[in-house]
């Protein structure tokens, strides 16, 4: 068979065991193979993959490169990638199946939406790997690190979760440093402006390289960026100002 095209794609999508989709932005929920709805919130460690092993997202995972490395780099922990673009679940998904990773699954749905498909605490470890950096700054409200989604990863990132930012985009870098500094619910540990200028810095598995990371490495003209946050204890909010707090931010500030 041929390259497949995007509709190809989304219609596999519907049959593939480790994708679960998000279709409608206001009805938060999520549907596997056969439009058969599910409710992993809680239980993803139990009820999908079966043990209870650390909880790893990343966001904005693309063709889902870090997630499948990551899995195949370490099998004692689970991993789920997340992106809106149906075409690019696809990628990672198909490549999970090929290599047999069976700790990693991946979900199509906005990042807004995810306090909707993860418990308090659920998850112990969150990446963010080459976001779009949103660079009008009318847009800025978009970054995956502005003040309204470090809200949000309060809401299932537990205490003293890290949380790993990768980039090429130096605006995104210093915003990013700007908002966590001021954030009360997160701490930088390491951060750094060209991780391949020097050894790496002391947080492990920056030396992956996603698809698009190595286009823009071999043009040499670009800078990778990393920064790597704690998840403090809980001090921002309590759980109602939270629940008031994402449902502003979904209904409101988004679109």
């Known amino acids: 068979m041929g390259k ?24 938060p929920a999520l549907y596997k193979s056969l439009g058969e709805k599910v409710d992993f919130k809680g239980t993803w460690k139990s009820a999908y993959f079966q043990n209870a092993k650390p909880l790893v ?34 990628e990672g998904a198909k490549k999970a199946m090929d290599k047999q990773l069976h700790n990693v699954c991946f979900v199509r749905s906005r990042i807004e939406l995810l306090a909707a498909f993860f418990s308090p ?40 979760a890290l949380l790993h930012l990768k980039t090429d985009d130096d605006t995104l870098y210093q915003f990013s440093l700007e908002t966590i500094s001021s954030h009360p619910g997160f701490k930088i ?39 790597s946050i704690l998840r403090l204890m809980d001090s921002l909010l309590a759980t109602q100002q939270s629940n008031i707090l994402l449902k502003y931010i979904i209904y409101n500030c988004i679109y």
């Open 4 to 27: 497949r095209t995007k509709l190809e794609k989304f219609a596999e999508n519907l049959q593939l065991p480790n994708v679960f989709e998000n279709f409608e932005f206001k009805l």
């Open 57 to 90: 997202i990343e966001l904005a995972c693309g063709r889902g490169e870090y997630s499948c490395a990551l899995a195949a780099r370490y099998p004692e922990k689970n991993f789920i990638g997340i992106d809106i673009k149906g075409a690019r679940i696809w």
């Open 121 to 160: 605490s659920e998850v112990d470890e969150l990446w963010i790997t080459f976001p779009d950096p949103f660079l009008k700054k009318s847009r800025s409200n978009k970054r995956l690190t502005s003040s309204p989604f470090l809200d949000l990863y309060t809401s299932y990132l537990k205490p003293s």
């Open 189 to 227: 540990l390491l951060h750094h402006h060209d991780i391949y200028q020097s050894e790496l810095p002391g947080i492990e598995d920056m030396d992956i390289r996603t698809y698009y990371e190595k286009k823009s490495v071999s043009r040499k003209i670009d800078q990778i960026y990393s920064i």
